[in-house]
């Protein structure tokens, strides 16, 4: 027999075996992270020989050991006992007879960690260990971040973070889904506002879409994503995030403008990545600095930049001042309007000053008056007051070591009436045949003060004297004529 045709049957005999012939086999992964204070769930498929087949029923109950396999005491759940008293709590959520394994177990602490095998135990005889095969439960006490990638038109960058403008850009936020009470939650947030944002589950993945077109207002914006997990004793977040660089065109701002005055100013706001640069044109041809123009720079940003040009008036009869900005992504114009400088604009502005000078000084002359009439009339009605007094006492009274005598009539109360309607009497008082004082006299009179004083009411006339006794006039008296003649040192009035 041909060797050729005796190696094809030999591999036919191998090939039929592995499909007629099963073993005891699990499929378990190889690690699985669990936080601390959440649940596990461990994805779990056996196989078993065919002659087991009929021992494998609903009854059938599976069991975990860890770390060993092959003493009872390594035995840490066992669907078939009270979960109150296996080692650790779990439930296990396939059916045994479709040959699905899968637990869950909760609760998860770090002395859980470890390598778990997995028993099946049916009726009659199928009772078998998978020793071969096991899983690693780590359990971690911190999350780990999030994973995110940048696309543009659907294509993934890779080190990159820089897009161009127009384009559509996405955001992908994953993390791996892990057990908890709740399910875990993907947010984005921004220092921008924050487009709408998908979420979806690829497998162990639960993942966000960030969907928008690339502008200015993208230009060095960080995105943050944070997975959050609800646990049983707290919750736990986790965050990633990527800051945006878009490349655009110059922008000039519209603030851009000229001030004439002896010289004219123009400024050009620019604002563009890569950073642009600006350029000069009057009358359609580039200005450098020279004696009659000059050109300065001022730096806002990474991306803006203020220009500035000066122009001397012979350069200002033109109205046709451009200002060219561009970089690797385009280019940007704007005309500025020139005002030529003229002497009138001075002369207006000096007269301006002058009225306003002249308005001012009037305000303060206003004032002052004010002033000067309201203290004039506080003065006068001080004074006023100051005269109206009425000496109220027969004696001495001591004023600066100066000795002061005052006389005064009390009057019966029926004379001291004013009738309103009665009009005033006058009289006028002669002093005549006044002798010359002597020398002793003179110096008494220079202590004394003579006076008389003619109170007239209805009729009555009173007069007093601060020397010699008063004259007594009758009540029926009049006025008229009073002359008063020094009689023996005394006053003698004559009527």
Same mark, same amino acid.
């Given at each position: 027999?041909?060797?050729?045709?005796?190696?094809?049957?030999?591999?036919?005999?191998?090939?039929?075996?592995?499909?007629?012939?099963?073993?005891?086999?699990?499929?378990?992964?190889?690690?699985?992270?669990?936080?601390?204070?959440?649940?596990?769930?461990?994805?779990?498929?056996?196989?078993?020989?065919?002659?087991?087949?009929?021992?494998?029923?609903?009854?059938?109950?599976?069991?975990?050991? &860890? +770390? %060993?396999?092959? /003493?009872?005491?390594?035995?840490?759940?066992? #669907?078939?006992? *009270?979960? =109150?008293?296996? $080692?650790?709590?779990?439930?296990?959520?396939?059916?045994? &007879? +479709? %040959?699905?394994? /899968?637990?869950?177990?909760?609760?998860?602490? #770090?002395?859980? *960690?470890? =390598?778990?095998? $997995?028993?099946?135990?049916?009726?009659?005889?199928?009772?078998?260990?998978?020793?071969?095969?096991?899983?690693?439960?780590?359990?971690?006490?911190?999350?780990?971040?999030?994973?995110?990638?940048?696309?543009?038109?659907?294509?993934?960058?890779?080190?990159?973070?820089?897009?161009?403008?127009?384009?559509?850009?996405?955001?992908?936020?994953?993390?791996?889904?892990?057990?908890?009470?709740?399910?875990?939650?993907?947010?984005?947030?921004?220092?921008?506002?924050?487009?709408?944002?998908?979420?979806?589950?690829?497998?162990?993945?639960?993942?966000?879409?960030?969907?928008?077109?690339?502008?200015?207002?993208?230009?060095?914006?960080?995105?943050?994503?944070?997975?959050?997990?609800?646990?049983?004793?707290?919750?736990?977040?986790?965050?990633?995030?990527?800051?945006?660089?878009?490349?655009?065109?110059?922008?000039?701002?519209?603030?851009?403008?000229?001030?004439?005055?002896?010289?004219?100013?123009?400024?050009?706001?620019?604002?563009?990545?890569?950073?642009?640069?600006?350029?000069?044109?009057?009358?359609?041809?580039?200005?450098?600095?020279?004696?009659?123009?000059?050109?300065?720079?001022?730096?806002?940003?990474?991306?803006?930049?203020?220009?500035?040009?000066?122009?001397?008036?012979?350069?200002?009869?033109?109205?046709?001042?451009?200002?060219?900005?561009?970089?690797?992504?385009?280019?940007?114009?704007?005309?500025?309007?020139?005002?030529?400088?003229?002497?009138?604009?001075?002369?207006?502005?000096?007269?301006?000053?002058?009225?306003?000078?002249?308005?001012?000084?009037?305000?303060?002359?206003?004032?002052?008056?004010?002033?000067?009439?309201?203290?004039?009339?506080?003065?006068?009605?001080?004074?006023?007051?100051?005269?109206?007094?009425?000496?109220?006492?027969?004696?001495?009274?001591?004023?600066?070591?100066?000795?002061?005598?005052?006389?005064?009539?009390?009057?019966?109360?029926?004379?001291?009436?004013?009738?309103?309607?009665?009009?005033?009497?006058?009289?006028?008082?002669?002093?005549?045949?006044?002798?010359?004082?002597?020398?002793?006299?003179?110096?008494?009179?220079?202590?004394?003060?003579?006076?008389?004083?003619?109170?007239?009411?209805?009729?009555?006339?009173?007069?007093?004297?601060?020397?010699?006794?008063?004259?007594?006039?009758?009540?029926?008296?009049?006025?008229?004529?009073?002359?008063?003649?020094?009689?023996?040192?005394?006053?003698?009035?004559?009527?």
């Amino acid at each position: 027999m041909d060797i050729w045709i005796v190696k094809k049957i030999i591999l036919l005999s191998f090939l039929l075996k592995g499909v007629c012939c099963r073993d005891f086999n699990v499929s378990l992964p190889e690690k699985i992270q669990a936080l601390n204070g959440s649940c596990v769930i461990v994805k779990c498929r056996f196989d078993i020989k065919e002659s087991y087949d009929k021992d494998l029923t609903e009854r059938a109950a599976g069991v975990w050991y &860890k +770390d %060993k396999h092959d /003493t009872s005491s390594s035995v840490v759940f066992n #669907s078939s006992a *009270s979960m =109150q008293n296996s $080692f650790i709590k779990g439930n296990i959520t396939g059916k045994l &007879k +479709d %040959k699905d394994c /899968t637990t869950v177990f909760y609760d998860i602490r #770090s002395i859980h *960690s470890g =390598q778990y095998f $997995f028993r099946i135990e049916g009726e009659g005889g199928l009772k078998w260990t998978f020793t071969k095969s096991n899983t690693s439960v780590v359990v971690i006490e911190t999350l780990e971040n999030p994973r995110v990638l940048l696309y543009e038109d659907k294509q993934e960058l890779h080190n990159q973070q820089e897009v161009l403008e127009g384009r559509s850009v996405s955001l992908r936020c994953s993390a791996e889904t892990l057990c908890s009470s709740s399910p875990a939650t993907l947010t984005w947030s921004s220092t921008a506002r924050i487009p709408h944002s998908e979420s979806s589950k690829l497998q162990d993945l639960i993942v966000s879409d960030l969907n928008f077109t690339a502008a200015p207002r993208h230009n060095r914006v960080t995105f943050i994503c944070s997975i959050s997990y609800q646990l049983q004793d707290n919750n736990k977040t986790a965050h990633s995030s990527i800051t945006l660089h878009v490349q655009y065109a110059p922008r000039i701002s519209n603030s851009s403008s000229c001030n004439s005055t002896n010289v004219t100013v123009c400024f050009c706001e620019v604002d563009g990545n890569p950073s642009p640069v600006v350029e000069w044109h009057l009358s359609g041809r580039p200005v450098s600095n020279s004696s009659n123009t000059f050109i300065s720079e001022e730096r806002l940003s990474n991306t803006s930049l203020r220009s500035f040009i000066s122009l001397h008036q012979s350069l200002t009869h033109t109205n046709t001042l451009l200002c060219f900005s561009k970089n690797t992504r385009g280019n940007a114009t704007q005309i500025l309007q020139l005002t030529p400088f003229s002497q009138d604009r001075g002369v207006h502005s000096f007269s301006v000053l002058i009225g306003v000078a002249v308005g001012v000084s009037l305000i303060m002359m206003c004032i002052i008056i004010y002033c000067v009439r309201k203290e004039r009339c506080r003065c006068l009605q001080t004074k006023q007051e100051d005269t109206t007094g009425v000496i109220t006492t027969d004696g001495a009274v001591q004023l600066e070591n100066k000795t002061e005598y005052a006389n005064y009539i009390i009057l019966p109360p029926e004379l001291t009436t004013i009738h309103p309607q009665e009009s005033l009497h006058y009289a006028s008082v002669e002093f005549k045949n006044i002798k010359q004082e002597s020398k002793e006299m003179k110096e008494k009179s220079s202590l004394t003060t003579d006076y008389a004083v003619i109170n007239y009411s209805g009729g009555v006339t009173e007069t007093e004297s601060s020397v010699g006794d008063p004259p007594q006039i009758s009540k029926s008296s009049s006025c008229s004529s009073i002359d008063v003649s020094e009689v023996d040192g005394n006053l003698s009035p004559e009527v």
